[in-house]
């Protein structure tokens, strides 16, 4: 008989909202900081400059605030889990969308100050099972607002390593969800209970078939801090990169995951 369907993991909603406008605030404070130079500089994101990534981050909660002042869809199409394989099909437009805004908002502080003031003002009375009709189908806000702590936490990763010297903290419950979310792709992609996937302090999870592991120590692990299993998720840091750094401990015949990675890009 196969295990039974592990069930979605929880998250409090009023935490994840505090993380969201945390981890917004810390890149506003870094952006509003940043040269004409800096701003200027290129990215890890194809022909995207540090002020094109900049204007991104905004789009990653705006859409927030703009679904909420839309009419509500009869019913929900996404499962938060869904989200993580329903991302690559928008890229294109994405991309097209944040160059327009940037070139249309030469002014990041009256920018992020929009956008800030309005996230909080739609997020002030919306409750979480409000659902959004957003490009990736229609999706409650409580588990939208998880799936912009992996947008706002993989985007302040980008800016770090665009900006030589920047060093935008990450809210810890932002960071949290983000790894976790992703972890937990990585189990709905390669069901089965032969590897375990730790990633602490914030996320163990079982995935790849094979014989199933009960107790003891299990004999097919990786382990991996947060920031490298984001970049092993969406791509910024390939599998064999990651072992050849020592970023990886990864022991075991079903322990590679190169094949499985990235969950998303």
């Given amino acids: 008989m196969p295990p039974a369907k592990k069930r979605p993991r929880a998250y409090d909603p009023a935490k994840i909202r505090a993380a969201v406008l945390a981890q917004f605030g810390n890149v506003r404070e870094a952006v509003l900081a940043l040269t004409p130079d ?25 859409t927030v605030s703009r679904n909420l002042h839309r009419p509500e869809p009869p019913k929900a199409e996404l499962a938060l889990l869904d989200w993580p394989f329903a991302t690559a099909v928008r890229a294109a437009g994405i991309a097209e969308d944040t160059k327009e ?12 100050a929009g956008t800030e003031q309005r996230l909080r003002e739609a997020l002030a009375s919306a409750p979480g099972v409000r659902l959004l009709a957003t490009r990736t189908g ?3 806000l409580a588990d939208y607002l998880v799936t912009r702590t992996v947008e706002l936490v993989v985007h302040t990763d980008d800016l770090n390593a665009a900006v030589p010297g920047l060093d935008v903290p990450y809210d ?42 009960t107790r003891g120590t299990p004999p097919n692990v ?44």
Avoid: F
């Fill in 38 to 62: 800096q701003l200027a500089a290129p990215t890890r994101l194809g022909d995207w400059t540090v002020r094109d990534l900049a204007a991104h981050l905004t789009m990653a909660v705006e």
């Fill in 101 to 112: 805004l940037a070139g249309a908002n030469p002014d990041l502080d009256v920018l992020y």
């Fill in 138 to 140: 229609a999706i409650s």
């Fill in 172 to 213: 810890r419950q932002a960071l949290a969800a983000c790894t976790r979310l992703l972890a937990d792709a990585l189990a709905v992609k390669a069901p089965g209970g032969s590897t375990e996937v730790r990633i602490p302090p914030y996320a163990v999870v079982q995935c790849v078939e094979g014989p199933r592991h």
């Fill in 222 to 265: 990786v382990e991996t801090d947060p920031l490298t299993w984001i970049r092993l998720a969406t791509g910024r840091l390939t599998w064999k990169d990651a072992l050849d750094a020592a970023k990886v401990r990864a022991s075991g015949e079903r322990a590679d995951l190169g094949g499985l990675l990235p969950l998303l890009s």
